[in-house]
């Protein structure tokens, strides 16, 4: 079992790319105010924390096509 502050790496279910995938740490959201994010074919990489909002701000300009097709 996990420490509650210890993330819980999930994957997008649309994560159906041959691997080239981000998993995030959703869990210390309210705790910590982060989303770690890490590469998930290389999870001994290095984490990057990331603002709830900066990361609320990302996934909004996602949805609006605002990087192009997704």
């Given at each position: 079992?996990?420490a509650?502050?210890?993330?819980?790496?999930?994957k997008s279910?649309?994560?159906d790319n041959?691997?080239?995938?981000i998993?995030?740490?959703?869990?210390?959201?309210?705790?910590?105010?982060?989303?770690?994010v890490?590469?998930?074919?290389?999870?001994?990489?290095?984490?990057l924390?990331?603002h709830?909002d900066?990361?609320?701000?990302?996934?909004?300009c996602?949805?609006?096509?605002?990087?192009?097709?997704?």
């Amino acid at each position: 079992m996990k420490a509650a502050g210890s993330p819980r790496w999930i994957k997008s279910s649309y994560s159906d790319n041959g691997g080239a995938c981000i998993e995030v740490a959703a869990n210390l959201v309210a705790t910590h105010g982060i989303v770690p994010v890490r590469d998930s074919k290389l999870p001994n990489s290095p984490v990057l924390a990331v603002h709830t909002d900066a990361f609320s701000s990302f996934v909004d300009c996602l949805r609006e096509g605002q990087f192009g097709p997704v």
